[in-house]
């Protein structure tokens, strides 16, 4: 059964610091991962999709990494502002249906 | 190209009545999957259609829901009766295809059963 942890649960930094978010899962047989977000009482922005091919992917301010052997992903966000404050959940498709198996994710806080 | 939508966004309603909830999915996405997220938890999926068809309910947490997707264009998922513990935030989502194709999801329907 795949399991997907987040760490940490919550991150409060202040604006312009570099960030790495983790996700870990214990299976390696995924097609891919995917990164969204979450505002608070709104529904989930896809933020990057890594193919289990690639190691890299890259939107913005945004870097994601997968090493499909070490069941490992990280979310780096560089340069971080206020409005990158939300919630962060990593998910990957199990399955021949491909379900998404989530993350518990991280509440990230950017001060001012 | 319009993304997934809900409706509505948000219910409340009594213990043992029943509530519908509606998706509907990017025009051309045969695949639309429902999932859940109750307080404090993770999101978790509930089914999976593929056009019309139940692909995977493996999700479903018990006879009180039913999902339909007629014509396999939207998609309803009906609560009857609703218990306490149905209340939490339903999300719909739909993709091309399964696998490797990504998932886009709606806003919610944030449900409340009091």
């Known amino acids: 059964k795949q399991e997907v942890t987040q760490i940490p649960a919550a991150l409060s930094v202040p604006e312009g610091e570099n960030l790495v978010l983790n996700c870990s899962f214990t299976d390696s047989a995924i097609y891919n991962l995917q990164w969204f977000r979450q505002d608070p009482g709104k529904g989930l922005t896809s933020l990057l999709l890594i193919q289990s091919s690639q190691r890299e992917q890259t939107s913005g301010r945004l870097n994601a990494s997968l090493d499909k052997s070490s069941g490992r992903s990280t979310l780096y966000i560089a340069a971080s502002q206020p409005g990158d404050s939300a919630t962060y959940l990593c998910?990957?498709?199990?399955?021949?249906?491909?379900?998404?198996?989530f993350g518990t994710g991280t509440r990230l806080q950017v001060t001012l | 190209e319009a993304g997934v939508t809900q409706f509505p966004s948000h219910s409340v309603i009594e213990k043992g009545q029943t509530v519908t909830l509606r998706c509907d999915p990017i025009s051309g996405h045969d695949n639309l999957y429902w999932y859940r997220r109750v307080m404090g938890k993770e999101i978790k999926f509930l089914l999976h259609?593929?056009?019309?068809?139940?692909?995977?309910e493996s999700g479903m947490p018990n006879n009180r829901f039913l999902a339909e997707r007629t014509g396999g264009t939207y998609s309803t998922l009906k609560v009857q009766p609703a218990e306490l513990e149905d209340s939490g935030v339903y999300f719909c989502a739909s993709s091309r295809g399964p696998g490797i194709y990504e998932q886009y999801f709606g806003p919610g329907t944030r449900l409340t059963v009091t």
């Open positions: 998910a990957v498709p199990t399955g021949t249906a491909s379900k998404l198996t």
């Open positions: 259609f593929v056009k019309e068809s139940k692909q995977d």
